[in-house]
């Protein structure tokens, strides 16, 4: 915890759990309890597991120029996104790359919340606020806890009125247990789920209260890393651990495309003047990667890094591998050449602890492929 200077008041909980609270985002976060991560893994597929993902920065924009920063800033338009409501974004640079994804909550009609990562989100919205009718507030009090799985709402059912009613990538304004709260139903695992955003004096009771009375459903605590396997499974990308930043081009600075990313879907339709654009959809076509999926042969999963070949010739890099018990396969993310981008082509990943593990280019997601589980009703 030494870069960290952001602080969960979950955080002796994770420490009896067994986690050294390693830092991320700047705040001392759960990547590793004792015990199995396969276990979680499993926990959130088939019944419910609690994370503290509130590494996460918030950043609240309230005034009649809000809309006009985030319109500036990020992919997405905000005339289509009304109160209750939230989307999925990503804000680049002037070259056209990306630099980092946010969800943007939409809570008034000129007040928003955008929640982002580790990447520059926070430096870019800053940049835009500059001299305009809006007020930036970042909150580092308000506590992320992310439960997931298909039990959660039958979970939250028993204590939130209208839960079941929530839409996917829709939030409401509430209480639980008696505190007030913002519930969103989004998530990073490709399960339905819940984000539970409530106070910081207020976590430790909620974390306790849920792990406690959902104990008999099979509800348990996470660490951040199980998300991994989750998101592997989902295709759900983690700057910057899919990213250029993580695995450089020989003669190229850092920064990828949307369309390499395969993020090109969060530009809303027609979009123009935001950061970037003109040379984001100059770019298109011209990819010099695609991030895609790879089907390996076997149970032993390769590491991050793990060079790909084709015909001899190392092509590509693995990102992010597991094996899961549950849906019998063992898959990974990869940076690939645009020509594998496809169901069909035979690769090779040469692991340093298992040697030479056959592969199958992938289209991804490879769990879960309409999404319906996320999106489920009632």
């Known amino acids: 915890?030494?870069?960290?200077?952001?602080?969960?008041?979950?955080?002796?909980?994770?420490?009896?759990?067994?986690?050294?609270?390693?830092?991320?985002?700047?705040?001392?976060?759960?990547?590793s309890y004792d015990g199995d991560p396969m276990a979680e893994y499993m926990a959130i597929r088939t019944k419910a597991g609690l994370m503290d993902v509130s590494g996460l920065k918030k950043v609240q924009l309230m005034g009649p120029a809000a809309s006009q920063v985030i319109e500036r800033a990020t992919t997405r338009n905000m005339e289509k996104l009304m109160p209750g409501r939230s989307v999925y974004a990503a804000m680049l640079n002037d070259a056209g790359k990306f630099v980092d994804d946010c969800?943007?909550?939409?809570?008034?009609?000129?007040?928003?919340?955008?929640?982002?990562?580790?990447g520059a989100g926070h430096e870019q919205l800053s940049t835009y606020a500059q001299g305009r009718d809006v007020s930036m507030r970042f909150d580092d009090n308000l506590h992320d806890l992310s439960l997931q799985g298909p039990l959660a709402v039958d979970y939250l059912a028993k204590h939130v009125p209208g839960i079941r009613?929530?839409?996917?990538?829709?939030?409401?304004?509430?209480?639980?247990?008696?505190?007030?709260?913002?519930?969103?139903?989004?998530?990073?695992?490709?399960?339905?789920?819940?984000?539970?955003?409530?106070?910081?004096?207020?976590?430790?009771?909620?974390?306790?209260?849920?792990?406690?009375?959902?104990?008999?459903?099979?509800?348990?605590?996470?660490?951040?890393?199980?998300l991994d396997l989750l998101r592997t499974e989902s295709y759900l990308l983690f700057f910057p651990y899919d990213n250029s930043e993580m695995y450089p081009f020989e003669n190229e600075g850092p920064g990828d495309t949307l369309w390499e990313l395969g993020l090109d879907f969060t530009v809303s339709p027609g979009k123009t003047g935001f950061r970037g654009a003109e040379e984001h959809y100059r770019l298109k076509g011209k990819e010099r990667f695609k991030i895609w999926g790879l089907k390996l042969e076997g149970t032993n999963v390769?590491?991050?890094?793990?060079p790909v070949f084709k015909?001899?010739?190392?092509?590509?890099?693995?990102?992010?591998?597991?094996?899961?018990?549950?849906?019998?396969?063992?898959?990974?993310?990869?940076?690939?050449?645009?020509?594998?981008?496809?169901?069909?082509?035979?690769?090779?990943?040469?692991?340093?602890?298992?040697?030479?593990?056959?592969?199958?280019?992938s289209p991804m997601p490879f769990y879960d492929i309409e999404k319906k589980r996320r999106t489920a009703k009632g």
């Open 1 to 31: 915890m030494t870069n960290s200077w952001r602080f969960s008041t979950l955080a002796d909980r994770h420490r009896a759990l067994g986690s050294n609270l390693e830092d991320w985002s700047g705040m001392g976060t759960a990547w």
């Open 103 to 118: 969800v943007i909550y939409r809570t008034g009609p000129n007040a928003f919340m955008l929640v982002h990562g580790s």
């Open 165 to 226: 009613d929530l839409a996917y990538f829709s939030h409401m304004q509430t209480s639980l247990f008696g505190k007030p709260a913002m519930i969103s139903r989004t998530g990073y695992t490709g399960e339905r789920g819940y984000e539970l955003f409530v106070r910081g004096q207020d976590a430790p009771m909620v974390w306790d209260r849920i792990l406690d009375e959902g104990k008999e459903m099979g509800i348990i605590p996470c660490r951040f890393t199980t």
């Open 302 to 306: 390769p590491g991050n890094g793990a």
């Open 311 to 361: 015909d001899g010739k190392k092509v590509g890099v693995v990102t992010q591998a597991m094996h899961s018990p549950l849906n019998n396969h063992t898959i990974a993310i990869a940076r690939l050449p645009v020509d594998c981008a496809n169901d069909s082509t035979r690769l090779v990943v040469n692991c340093e602890t298992h040697g030479e593990i056959a592969a199958t280019s």
